[in-house]
């Protein structure tokens, strides 16, 4: 084992192929006596067709409906009996289903995952559609409609990503497209997604090895893999968007708010490492460049912020805001926004920025590592992307080594003019007194 | 087993049975006094190299909000996060370049009954990040400008609030249960009214009055092996030595307000949910019947399977989630339902909250119901320490509520020892749906006939335009 300076050491983890094509992940960390299961299934809403967004997710929701031998809601009362917390989130490119567990009961819950994966649809009915369907919806209200802001992701990759690239919306999709959901889309959806050979299983914390993975091949191991199973191609994308998009919405709003997205490379390659970099020296905290000149020095923004998102089909997205202080010119914050991305593009970042930006994001993946759930999700994000659960220890070394030349190189490939989307949230004028 | 009926998948109606539960206890932690009053507490959790650190002024030497004066609501809070905006040796971002270089982070904050500096930091860097903590703990220097922006970021912060139906709920639902004047009534961050007031005289005041180390304590946890803990601390404290006299005064208690349920709907025109909480003021932290408490709330809308949200989700459909919480504090603090349901059906789900909180004071839970929310809550205790700051944070509450040491070790034979009828007692006790407010920020054109037509009480409707609720 190698230790690093900030103490951290290499995660010991094995893997396994099962003849059904489950690629599973075991590992052992008995600090605690907990143990995590995680479930990443290689389908998100990239995998939607047009006039069916917001399925992988509304589908997201089925799995907790019960199946052949759980029954409806049952789902989560055995989680929490078992003394243990789950849930499931769906992304572009994924959908996660996870569970955290003391870890006497680690059979419990393989056993509630393989009954989901191997006899979903046996539990599924019209009035669970409906029922799931009316949830999602309320969702959909109250975390994203119904804010302030709200609406700002589907706008923003609306603009990043042209009409019929599958990042053009989000996870959530429209209301009109769940309106429509019929239980033949709920099966059809089952069939060609979720099988043992679309999924990795990722089992962290307190177990020995040898039985854990027996203990997979016992409850998963007679599971039919789908024979047919595709695998999506990415969809074509150019490099950069071509121009720049803007887009102005009134809103019921306090203050302006800009948002600004580029399309990047994607997750995965050395450019987007780079940009990970550059953004915690560009936004990453109260010492970053942006909240420095615009909320400490100028006092134009309430807050500010800049990411980019971990997206693989091909391109992702670097997006960000900044709130601007009432009475304060939106136009004056704009400008000093990007100005900042684009001084990454023409003279290098310090020694001392990137010495910060390196403590900072060692310390982030301290905190990281001592949660059994993130570390299975990490495991099974590797292994799921990119086949290689070794990144868990290798894409820190990877933002370790990023210099201030490869962020400068990669700052110039997104910042251009011709390469960003600007939607803009204003206050709309008050209403009149009733 | 597989291959038995034909069925391949016929093994999936087995349910498996648990393994033997691992031995877990909560991590033991030491207690001493050091020469200058100080406490420390430390534990040492082998393995963890991100260590955790907090230095916490008590509320019953005047440590939280609940001590400051009403005109100057917000000074704690404020006081607090301005220690971190330079020191006498530099200024704010020489303090967090400094803390950035060492992967640390330093931050401060309040509470109701409590002032706390924290520290996270890998432990190879911890003694270099200590004394930086120390800097900031001992010597802020509150310069004007940094407090003035702060004070203004408060501000805005509050008129975002307002915009945010979530946030605006839970700043008119407290008003609304708690007596006028009552801590716990108001805004802990200030409010439009008390933030312009304060500066930095006020805020220097504060905390001149609240650091002295008599009244506070020191938890660290992590991996502390070759680290001697309390020299470090005692050396990077030495020069701190209580004022002569006595400290300030401890929290006021909060009366809840006297006349029983109130309905208030805060509009929101076109809103297309209803931002609702209905409760009222209910238990202290100090409770005999905590853990018969928490067994009812579990029950009652606590889990995802809590009659609460099996009923206004699974069966209903009215909602993406609903719950409900004892918020425990020194002095009793509120218990609440929250949800966020469709327009339409604001009352109907009203009246399913009211008739679950009817219920679970008719009869006894049942059988199924008990076990459930027990095995849940004995279950999770060791998830929740996972991190060594999650450890100190559980010390740190101790000794916030001024519990006993073993508290935490008690804490699941407590809860395997309730029974249903402690639930029923409790939640005669402590839900009482005939005196609870129903608040909700919500589309009053819609929801307001409704309600009143339902019969549940008075009700008063706040108009959409910002100055009207400020003025209360």
């Known amino acids: 084992m190698t230790t690093t300076d900030a103490g951290r050491s290499r995660l010991r983890f094995h893997r396994r192929t099962l003849p059904n094509g489950l690629r599973v992940v075991v590992a052992p960390d008995s600090l605690a006596p907990v143990v995590a299961i995680n479930l990443w299934y290689d389908v998100g809403s990239r995998h939607e067709v047009p006039g069916k967004t917001g399925f992988a997710h509304l589908f997201e929701h089925f799995m907790f409906q019960g199946s052949r031998n759980v029954a409806k809601a049952e789902h989560m009362a055995i989680v929490q009996a078992a003394g243990g917390v789950n849930n499931a989130t769906t992304f572009f490119d994924r959908t996660n289903y996870f569970e955290t567990l003391p870890s006497h009961q680690l059979e419990v819950g393989l056993w509630l995952e393989a009954d989901r994966m191997a006899t979903l649809l046996d539990a599924l009915s019209q009035e669970n559609l409906d029922n799931q369907r009316e949830v999602v919806k309320n969702e959909k209200r109250q975390s994203y409609d119904n804010r302030p802001y709200g609406t700002f992701y589907e706008n923003l990759m609306a603009a990043v990503f042209p009409q019929g690239h599958p990042y053009h919306h989000t996870p959530i999709g429209s209301m009109e497209d769940l309106d429509a959901a019929s239980p033949a889309d709920v099966i059809d959806f089952f069939r060609a997604w979720y099988a043992p050979n679309n999924c990795v299983l990722t089992i962290a914390g307190d177990v020995d090895v040898e039985p854990a993975f027996a203990a997979v091949e016992r409850w998963f191991g007679p599971i039919p893999a789908n024979p047919a199973l595709r695998r999506l191609p990415y969809a074509p994308v150019e490099p950069i968007i071509g121009g720049e998009v803007r887009k102005v919405i009134e809103d019921a709003v306090p203050m302006t708010r800009v948002h600004v997205g580029w399309r990047t490379p994607p997750f995965g390659t050395p450019a987007f490492d780079a940009l990970e970099v550059g953004m915690q020296i560009l936004a990453g905290g109260e010492g970053s460049r942006l909240h420095r000149r615009l909320v400490r020095e100028e006092r134009l923004g309430q807050d500010v912020t800049a990411f980019v998102l971990p997206l693989v089909a091909g391109a992702s997205i670097l997006a960000g805001w900044v709130t601007v202080r009432p009475g304060e010119d939106p136009d004056a914050a704009e400008r000093i926004y990007l100005e900042e991305c684009e001084r990454l593009t023409r003279e290098p970042v310090t020694e001392d920025e990137l010495l910060r930006a390196r403590a900072l994001i060692e310390s982030s993946e301290l905190a990281a590592r001592s949660r059994m759930e993130e570390v299975a999700d990490r495991l099974s994000m590797y292994e799921t992307y990119f086949g290689r659960a070794e990144l868990i220890d290798e894409m820190l070394d990877r933002l370790l080594a990023v210099d201030a030349e490869a962020i400068l190189a990669a700052a110039r490939a997104v910042f251009r003019p011709d390469n960003r989307a600007i939607v803009t949230y204003v206050p709309a004028e008050p209403a009149e007194a009733a | 087993m597989p291959g038995t009926a034909g069925d391949p998948l016929a093994y999936l109606a087995t349910r498996p049975s648990p393994s033997a539960p691992r031995p877990y206890d909560f991590p033991d932690f030491r207690r001493e006094r050091l020469p200058n009053g100080l406490t420390l507490i430390s534990a040492h959790l082998p393995g963890r190299p991100l260590l955790a650190a907090q230095l916490l002024v008590r509320g019953d030497a005047g440590g939280g909000a609940t001590s400051e004066p009403a005109e100057l609501a917000g000074t704690t809070v404020l006081a607090a996060r301005a220690m971190t905006e330079g020191t006498a040796q530099r200024d704010a971002l020489a303090l967090i370049e400094a803390s950035e270089r060492l992967g640390a982070g330093i931050a401060a904050d309040a509470g109701w009954e409590s002032l706390t500096v924290s520290l996270e930091v890998p432990r190879s860097r911890f003694l270099a990040a200590l004394a930086l903590f120390a800097e900031v703990a001992l010597t802020p220097a509150f310069p004007a400008d940094e407090v ?95 004022p002569a006299g006595v400290g300030p005064a401890g929290g006021r208690p909060s009366p809840a307000r006297p006349g029983g349920r109130r309905i208030v709907v805060a509009d929101r025109p076109g809103s297309r949910q209803s931002e609702l909480r209905i409760g009222h003021v209910a238990l202290a932290r100090r409770t005999p019947d905590f853990h018969a408490a928490s067994i009812l709330n579990a029950t009652l809308g606590g889990l995802f399977s809590s009659r609460l949200n099996d009923l206004l989700r699974e069966q209903r459909g009215y909602t993406y989630g609903v719950h409900s919480g004892f918020d425990m504090r020194r002095h009793p603090g509120p218990f609440t339902v929250r949800c966020a349901v469709r ?130």
Do not use: C, K
């Open chain 2, 148 to 242: 003035e922006r702060l004070r203004d970021e408060r501000l805005n912060d509050l008129l975002q609030a307002r915009a945010e139906p979530r946030r605006r709920v839970e700043r008119i639902y407290p008003e609304t249960i708690y007596a006028d004047g009552a801590p716990y009534g108001r805004p802990l961050a200030g409010s439009e009214t008390t933030v312009p007031r304060i500066d930095r005289d006020v805020v220097v005041a504060r905390h001149a009055a609240l650091m002295r180390p008599d009244a506070a304590t020191m938890v660290i946890a992590g991996d502390l092996s070759g680290i001697d803990v309390a020299r470090e601390v005692e050396r990077v404290f030495a020069g701190w030595t209580a």
């Open chain 2, 343 to 472: 327009t339409d059906i604001t009352v109907p789900a009203i009246v399913d909250i009211l008739g679950e909180l009817e219920r679970i004071r008719a009869s006894e839970v049942t059988d199924a119901e008990l076990s459930l929310a027990r095995d849940y809550l004995a279950g999770v205790f060791p998830l929740r320490f996972e991190t060594a700051a999650a450890v100190a944070g559980a010390i740190a509450g101790l000794v916030i509520h001024e519990l006993p040491d073993d508290e935490l070790d008690r804490y699941r034979p407590a809860i395997a020892a309730v029974t249903a009828a402690d639930v029923l007692a409790a939640a005669r006790a402590h839900v009482r749906p005939a005196e609870a407010s129903i608040v909700l920020v919500g589309d009053a054109a819609s929801v307001e006939e409704p309600l009143r037509a339902a019969g549940l009480g008075e009700v008063t409707v706040l108009s959409a335009l910002p100055e009207a609720e400020a003025a209360g």
